[in-house]
């Protein structure tokens, strides 16, 4: 190969770029707008508001939508979702969870209590809270959502500590809900974290695994004891009404007896005495009509009659003359 020719020492050849200074002016404030345009627009979802502050210090709450603030930090945004209903769970864990105190790293510790009469027992219960005043939340309050969960806890195992065992596990747990709702509610206003207590509920609520069976059979045989209470309970309500309307039929019936007797007694009494008032006047007179209306009433039952005059001379053979049957006369009915 020809060897290479030799390059002559000597200064290099330089290269003159033309720099404008204006224009990367002009490109560096564009730039600077187009980056602070940018950044001046922010969207608010439907379910939060936007605490605004300017040069750290609270400047005004957006509600949702499309919004503008002033860029390279003067103006800051906070995004605090006060239309979702939010909970901490206590003694469990959900998968997936998006809320970094939903729940504890150590769920079985915290749902270890002690009840009043120093039995054991495993709790698990949910708090569902929102928050009711951004400004409070951010600003008057340091950590409100940690704090939360530690006064939820201490709450809870304050309201257990004042119960039996047999109260949180069967009767008691709708109180203990109310009362653990009340306390939280009133601690929170107090002390003006921003938030609003919205429920407080026992999940599963269990003895120690060692006396768990025993619990069971306890709950079996109160199951059994109400069932039976309530069967009791069905035969009194449809032995006991009709009892007492059997015995109120028989009262009305005696008592309409007793006034159809008194009212006969007093009808006879007051018949006997216009009859002696008539007896009175002519003895004569209504001694013979009471004859003769007796008679009228006692010869028609008789089966056969033979009248003979007392001043007859003779009495005649007529007694084989067949006479026609009476017909027997209706007995009356006896109310009994």
Request: proline letters at 8%; zero cysteines; a negative charge.
């Amino acid at each position: 190969m020809p060897n290479p020719i030799p390059r002559l020492p000597g200064p290099a050849p330089q290269v003159h770029v033309d720099v404008n200074p204006q224009k990367v002016l002009l490109g560096l404030i564009g730039l600077i707008a187009f980056i602070g345009l940018f950044s001046s627009f922010y969207t608010v979802p439907t379910d939060s508001v936007a605490v605004v502050q300017r040069l750290g210090a609270y400047h005004d709450t957006a509600e949702p939508g499309l919004h503008f603030k002033l860029p390279f930090g003067i103006d800051t945004r906070e995004i605090i979702p006060v239309r979702r209903q939010l909970k901490m769970e206590f003694g469990y864990a959900t998968p997936g969870a998006t809320n970094p105190y939903q729940a504890s790293q150590e769920p079985e510790d915290e749902k270890s209590m002690v009840t009043g009469d120093l039995n054991a027992a495993t709790v698990e219960w949910v708090v569902q809270y929102s928050i009711s005043d951004p400004k409070e939340y951010l600003f008057d309050f340091e950590a409100p959502a940690s704090t939360l969960r530690d006064m939820s806890e201490a709450v809870m195992r304050e309201v257990v500590g004042d119960r039996t065992v047999d109260e949180v596990l069967t009767v008691g747990r709708q109180e203990a809900e109310t009362s653990a709702l009340e306390r939280l509610q009133t601690i929170v206003h107090t002390l003006k974290m921003g938030l609003h207590i919205d429920q407080v509920q026992l999940l599963n609520v269990n003895p120690p695994s060692e006396v768990q069976s025993s619990f069971d059979e306890v709950n079996r045989a109160q199951q059994e004891k109400e069932q039976l209470i309530q069967q009791a309970r069905g035969e009194y309500n449809k032995v006991v009404p009709r009892a007492k309307g059997e015995a109120e039929q028989k009262i009305s019936a005696a008592q309409g007896y007793a006034a159809k007797r008194v009212n006969e007694a007093e009808g006879d009494a007051g018949r006997f005495i216009a009859l002696l008032t008539e007896y009175k006047k002519a003895p004569e007179v209504t001694r013979k009509r009471i004859y003769l209306e007796t008679m009228g009433e006692v010869l028609p039952d008789l089966p056969g009659k033979i009248i003979l005059d007392d001043k007859a001379p003779q009495f005649l053979p007529m007694l084989q003359m067949q006479q026609k049957k009476l017909a027997p006369k209706p007995q009356p009915e006896t109310t009994r």
